[in-house]
């Protein structure tokens, strides 16, 4: 499950959970994030999963978007802890359990005649 808190100066305004539906975010009070700031465009920025990774896509705003202090161009993939800033407003991403497996924790096994290895046990000797 992944939520992004929602910041103003330091100060923790709402904790929104980010499923499988696209979270709009904008200055248009129809959005799932309604940021009131001039900064902001009515509609900003997008969050949505595409597979296991989320991103950030900015809509075409005036002022951007921000991943970790960094101008993104058009999206970019985020991972827990990073902060996206919209007009004065920063959004920190937390993923607190992954839906997933880590392909290191997946160990060797006979999958319907498919061999899963497990890549972190690659190249160690024993």
Do not use: C
């Amino acid at each position: 499950m992944a939520k992004l808190i929602v910041m103003f100066k330091d100060q923790t305004l709402r904790e929104v959970h980010v499923g499988n539906e696209t979270i709009k975010i904008g200055r248009d009070s129809s959005n799932h994030i309604h940021l009131e700031n001039p900064a902001v465009s009515r509609f900003h920025a997008e969050i949505y999963r595409q597979g296991f990774p989320f991103f950030v896509e900015d809509k075409k705003s005036t002022n951007g978007v921000h991943v970790n202090d960094v101008l993104i161009n058009w999206k970019s993939g985020i991972k827990d802890g990073d902060r996206i800033t919209i007009g004065k407003h920063t959004l920190v991403f937390r993923e607190e359990s992954t839906d997933h497996p880590d392909l290191h924790q997946v160990s060797l096994t006979d999958i319907d005649g498919t061999i899963a290895l497990d890549g972190g046990k690659l190249g160690k000797k024993k």
